[in-house]
């Protein structure tokens, strides 16, 4: 299995990353089906960094110096998808929902990326339906079944600027935004983009 193209997918219900997956069976026989599901994990040591990056990465890998024991492959997502009848080869679209929720690690890594590429290894399980001479065969997808590849970050951004233009989001408890909503109106903040940028200010640390 070979991931071979990425896309933003522009319609669909959350945000949306298509990967474009062939799936390859070597011996030519026909397959009538594979439910197929897939771990995707990020291995950040497979990149370089430049310094502004670093600086974002802190809150998860911590002081540079520590790197080389922080930065560790760590799980993104997990997908499905059910691959049709084919023989020889097929290309399927396994599409990645993603998230802009920063209490979600792989969201502040990805934020954190000026460019480059993001490295992935997917692996893979699952069921394979084919034919035998009994009727119909069942067969695990080998757990060795993995894929790398190194998703450009442009596509990510641009996924995120389809469906949260120039914006993103904070979860935060019900008791903050009472916090925010009494200081915002206090101060007849306009916005919350304001309201934000007011305590960062009376904190010292305007952006």
């Not at 067969?139 to 993995?146: D, G, K, L, S, Y």
């Not at 009494?182 to 640390?205: I, M, N, S, Y």
């Amino acid at each position: 299995m070979a991931i071979v193209d990425a896309q933003p997918e522009p319609y669909a219900f959350t945000p949306t990353i298509t990967l474009k997956l062939k799936v390859t069976e070597a011996a030519g026989l026909p397959v009538h089906a594979i439910a197929l599901k897939c771990q995707i994990r990020i291995e950040p040591q497979r990149r370089k960094y430049e310094p502004v990056e670093a600086e974002r990465l802190y809150e998860i890998f911590g002081d540079t110096q520590r790197w080389g024991d922080s930065v560790r492959p760590f799980l993104w997502t997990h997908v499905a998808t059910m691959v049709t009848a084919f023989t020889g080869e097929t290309i399927v679209d396994l599409p990645v929902e993603c998230t802009y929720d920063f209490e979600v690690s792989g969201t502040k890594y990805l934020h954190a990326l000026e460019g480059g590429d993001i490295p992935l290894v997917l692996l893979f399980n699952g069921t394979a339906f084919g034919k035998s001479e009994a009727g119909f065969s069942v067969e695990p997808v080998a757990w060795h079944e993995e894929a790398t590849y190194r998703l450009p970050v442009k596509v990510w951004r641009d996924v995120m600027d389809i469906y949260f233009p120039n914006s993103g989001w904070l979860r935060v408890d019900r008791d903050t935004i009472d916090a925010l909503t009494r200081f915002k109106a206090k101060r007849a903040l306009p916005t919350w983009d304001h309201t934000v940028a007011q305590l960062l200010k009376e904190a010292g640390e305007e952006s």
